[in-house]
Structures are given as C-alpha cells and as structure tokens.
C-alpha cells in the first residue's frame, strides 16, 4: 500500500508508532537503552550488527563510526508503550530504511528477550510532514513536553506551581533529545539540517507556550502558514 504521505529529501516528518494492543514496548532500563543504541546504530546504510558492539558501554557506542546516516534525527522521546521522532532523509527512502531496521532490530531483541512472537508495532510507522516553522517548533515541543504525561495527564491544567516543577522532571528525563540539546552533547540527534534555534528549543517556558497555545487532537487547524 502507498504511504499517503510521501517522504521527500530535505522536508521534515513526524514519526512516531507505538505497541501493538497499546501495550508495553519498554519494561525497563535496559529496553529503552537498547533503543536509543539502536537509533545511533541502524541510522546508517550497512546491515546492523549489534553484536560488534559486544559490551562496550553506551557512551563508547556513540562514539563509533557508523558510515553516512540516512537519516538526520532532530528530536525524539521514548514513552512506555510508544515513541516519537522527528526526521528529515539525508538519502532518498532514508527514512523508511532507518525505520525498517530500527523496529525489526528492536522487535527481534524483545521478542527474544521475552519468548514472544509475533507482530510487535502497530504496523510499520506513522508520519506527519511539517511544512512550516511554526508546526516545526510545535513538534519539538510536543515531542520533549511527552514525558509530562507521566506525572499527570492533564498536566496542561495544572497550577503554575505545578509547571515549575515538571520543568525539572523534563529536564532529567533519560529518553528525551532534550538533554542532548540542554548539554550541547549530541549523540544521537543532528540538529544542523533543522531550522530552528537551539535557545528556543530548550526555552522551558517557550516550549510549555508553543505547545499549549495549539490543539493537541489537531494542532494544523490553528497553526500559521
């Protein structure tokens, strides 16, 4: 089947999927860090081989050499039952092939860890294509604000004593691009090819804005042109 979206090079795209049945798809630390190795690994066109990489630590994965990445990755953050990318193609069909081996490698890991077959995401992946700045800059938000459904799920409507404080818990949440940004330490993220400033992207209060003033169901419905 066609995908109804079409994933240009140098266009930038929302992906995200989740586990089939809404379930689980990290149950623990080393899932999710399973995960983020494979976002620095499978983004390049060589077959992936996890097991090169034996039992060196994270930090020393992310400084391999990996070849050309078919994919630049802007943001992400990784939920329980689901994840969140934004992506533009450094390679035509980029992003399908980084998608590909990204949830085959992750679903052969946990289906094997956990003695269960069968399909493991809700199909191959949804996207979204962005097509200004201002919907870009709202996807950022989006995607580093996720977490905050954590800590309450209608966090939106919540005092702003309560604001202050889940500026912290975003801050220090381990599967978000946004500490790679705060840090200007980037592993897996390449901001280079996306237009937009770094201080807006860490700006707590800009992002809590930008994200709040658009309708979460359909935030294209008010967004500028």
């Known amino acids: 089947m066609e995908r109804k979206v079409k994933l240009e090079m140098e266009e930038f ?3 995200y999927n989740r586990g089939v049945e809404k379930r689980r798809i990290f149950q623990n630390p080393s899932d999710y860090k399973r995960f983020l190795i494979l976002l620095y690994i499978a983004n390049n066109d060589q077959p992936l081989h996890i097991k090169d990489f034996g ?6 994965i992310f ?11 802007g943001a992400y953050c990784l939920m329980p039952n689901h994840f969140h990318l934004l ?3 450094l390679v ?5 092939k980084f998608m590909l081996k990204l949830q085959t490698g992750y679903s052969m890991y ?3 860890k956990n003695d269960r077959v069968g399909a493991f995401f809700q199909g191959t992946f949804k996207s979204e294509y962005i097509d200004n700045d201002v919907y870009l800059k709202y996807i950022y938000a989006y995607i580093h604000l996720n977490p905050a459904k954590l800590k309450n799920s209608n966090w939106k409507k919540q005092p702003k004593s309560f604001l202050n404080q889940l500026k912290k818990f975003i801050a220090e949440y381990l599967y ?6 705060l840090s200007l330490d980037y592993k897996i993220i390449n901001p280079k090819p996306f237009p937009i400033d770094n201080g807006d992207i860490i700006d707590y209060d800009s992002m809590v804005s930008d994200f709040s003033e658009l309708p979460e169901d359909n ?7």
């Open 55 to 60: 039992s060196m630590p994270i930090e020393e």
């Open 63 to 73: 400084k391999q050499d990996r070849g050309e990445p078919l994919v630049a990755i």
């Open 87 to 89: 992506l533009t193609p």
């Open 219 to 225: 935030p294209r419905e008010t967004r500028g042109s």
């Open 110 to 112: 946990f289906n094997k």
């Open 176 to 181: 978000s691009s946004l500490q790679e940004y």
């Open 92 to 96: 035509n069909g980029g992003i399908s």
């Open 13 to 15: 795209y929302h992906i």
